[in-house]
């Protein structure tokens, strides 16, 4: 009786452990990824937002926005959350330095 309940639960275990490492494990370590990309971006830096605007970071702004330079003169200011990506990145003010 008690091999049946656990030959029972046995499929339902192997999908969960399935589940996990094929779809929450890869979404976590995305999500850390995209937080430590969004956490290092820097003034100079070419970004590109979820919306496909691509531009150069102008002002990193205190309260989770970057202020981004689009086209000469023109600056919007964007969600550090909504990057996509960063195209390239500055070196460190120390780094310029030496």
Do not use: C
Not at 17 to 32: E, G, H, S, V
């Amino acid at each position: 009786m008690q091999g049946n309940a656990i030959a029972q639960f046995l499929p339902l275990v192997l999908i969960f452990a399935i589940m996990y490492f094929l779809l929450i494990r890869p979404q976590q370590k995305k999500l850390k990824d995209h937080k430590k990309m969004v956490e290092g971006v820097r003034r100079g830096d070419q970004v590109i937002t979820q919306g496909g605007i691509i531009g150069k970071v102008s002002k990193v702004r205190e309260d989770g926005e970057i202020e981004v330079e689009i086209a000469e003169n023109v600056k919007v200011r964007v969600l550090k959350s909504t990057l996509a990506n960063v195209i390239s990145k500055t070196e460190p003010a120390a780094a310029e330095s030496k």
